[in-house]
């Protein structure tokens, strides 16, 4: 699967299979012809708009283009196989062959293919709706559906504001959100996003988001005393941006439990419950975004249960149907959704494909064998595993650190180990978008190069994986970070 140069914030690597590798013994379609394959690359060229992509980087390279799925594999059109190290985009939970969910999806479409959840419902959303309030902390009971991550995030925003505005709050409107994070594409989910390259070629932006710092404890300053007086003083300049902005005008802060952007920032002891004491002093909502880490990745349902606290409102997508079906969710507390309870007021934002039957029916599936194969306790169980095959990589230079819970991990990519120093600009473009993709490209293993922030190589695979992937994963990586080493 050839990696383009200019394109490397997702990197996959390839390996040739074997004329009987898995996927072809279980019957799955061979590789394509050349002339199919070329046919294939000359359509997608000349129609298919990839996203976050150099279009013109294809000009003169393959597309790459999977074709099938094989457990916690996927095969190219070459019949190429790659270990999915990224599930997909942290999505595929429980793999690329779950035939459960596919026929979860094929019975309901033969019932009820599609029905909006505009002034009426259906029984796949309600049920689902019950199921999530049930799993979701506290008194989290109200599920507006969504059909992805950044839906949801636009979801509660808008929510926190209409709400303030029933509530006799007006003015609370603004977002505090944290460095480098990211919660989104849609204009209010990218102006929340502290990802100032991302942002400039669609500004202006909504102006009201507040930036203040994240938890990259590999970057504590030397004065603080530990991780978690760091974290506490990270928590506490949420305050000092609420109070300088003045607490009447600000409606809702903005929290992943473990930072995908930067490279999987976990949260130092105390950090969140300081952030909730903070949004309770000055009723401010803490929003949860979960997109990517609900649904098993840090081996709960949600991270707020794995780090104890109890946010307002959890915005979630992705692993929810386990990538089987596009669907999201922003689920709120009791108190939000009372002042629309009364008659007389809705909240007047929706999506057309929001809840929709076969997603639902998905959904609900990929919970029913979340619960019966113990996924979260799977993952629980091979975390430390994982970790620790990834530490193996701490024997090379430019390991810093391995970072992360569940099965979000990264690596902190470094020119020195044991100063820290940091890769030059130079130096690290040139690492994340030349060297290590065509390095990995021989190794089999598709995984995220990313550069928001410093260099990091972020690893989520399918929550299915074991001691075998793992070792797979470290000694793909080993290739390519060994060729790294080589070429710096």
């Given amino acids: 699967m050839p990696s383009s140069p200019q394109t490397a914030t997702q990197a996959s690597t390839a390996q040739a299979v074997p004329a009987q590798h898995p996927g072809e013994r279980n019957g799955l379609r061979p590789p394509a012809s ?49 270990l999915d190290g990224l599930s997909g985009l942290y999505t595929s939970q429980l793999g690329h062959t779950v035939p459960e969910l596919a026929e979860a999806a094929a019975r309901q479409m033969r ?87 991302m942002k400039a070629q669609f500004e202006p932006l909504v102006p009201t ?19 978690t007086e760091f974290g506490l003083w990270a928590a506490d300049q949420i305050r000092v941006a609420i109070e300088n902005e003045g607490p009447d005008t600000v409606a809702a802060v903005f929290v992943e439990p473990v930072q995908n952007a930067g490279g999987c920032l976990a949260p130092p002891p105390g950090y969140l419950q300081r952030v ?18 609900a649904f098993g990745r840090l081996g709960h349902y949600f991270g707020a249960e794995r780090y104890d606290y109890q946010p307002d409102i959890i915005t979630c997508a992705k692993g929810i149907t386990s990538g089987f079906a596009p669907l999201g969710a922003m689920i709120a507390s009791d108190r939000l959704a ?63 650190e391995v970072r992360g819970d569940g099965y979000f991990l990264a690596l902190q990519l470094v020119r020195d180990q044991q100063s820290k120093q940091a890769f030059t600009a130079e130096e690290g473009h040139r690492l994340i978008n030349r ?29 299915i994986c074991d001691q075998r992937h793992f070792d797979e994963i470290e000694q793909a990586l080993r290739s390519a970070l ?7």
């Fill in 209 to 227: 988001t507040l930036r203040v710092p994240n938890t990259n404890t590999y970057r504590t300053p030397e004065h603080f005393a530990s991780d």
């Fill in 482 to 488: 060994t060729t790294a080493v080589e070429a710096l």
């Fill in 338 to 400: 009372e002042p629309f309870l009364a008659g007389g007021t809705s909240f007047a934002h929706g999506y057309t494909f929001a809840g929709h039957p076969a997603a639902a029916a998905v959904a609900l599936a990929n919970l029913d064998i979340f619960e019966r194969d113990g996924v979260n306790a799977h993952v629980r169980a091979n975390e430390g595993a994982f970790r620790a095959a990834l530490e193996r990589l701490l024997d090379l230079p430019i390991v810093g």
């Fill in 435 to 463: 060297i290590l993709p065509p390095a990995m490209t021989e190794a089999g293993l598709y995984c995220r190069i990313d550069n928001r922030g410093e260099p990091v190589i972020q690893l989520a695979p399918p929550l």
């Fill in 34 to 82: 050349e002339a199919g394959l070329a046919q294939l690359n000359q359509a997608a060229r000349r129609h298919l708009w990839m996203h976050f992509t150099d279009l013109g980087s294809f000009a003169d390279t393959e597309v790459p283009i999977i074709v099938r799925g094989d457990g916690p594999y996927v095969v190219d059109a070459r019949g190429r196989r790659y």
């Fill in 276 to 293: 909730r004491e903070i949004c309770d002093r000055y009723d401010v909502l803490m929003v949860s975004d979960e997109v990517i880490c």
């Fill in 111 to 197: 019932e009820l293919a599609y029905t909006p959840i505009w002034s009426r419902a259906h029984t796949p959303a309600i049920q689902l709706a019950e199921r999530l309030a049930e799993l979701a902390p506290g008194d989290l009971n109200r599920v507006f559906f969504t059909s992805g991550g950044s839906e949801s995030v636009e979801s509660a925003w808008k929510l926190a504001k209409n709400y303030f505005k029933l509530v006799g709050k007006p003015l609370k409107h603004k977002v505090v959100a944290r460095s480098t994070a990211y919660h989104g594409t849609t204009h209010g989910a990218l102006s929340i996003t502290g990802l100032a390259g």
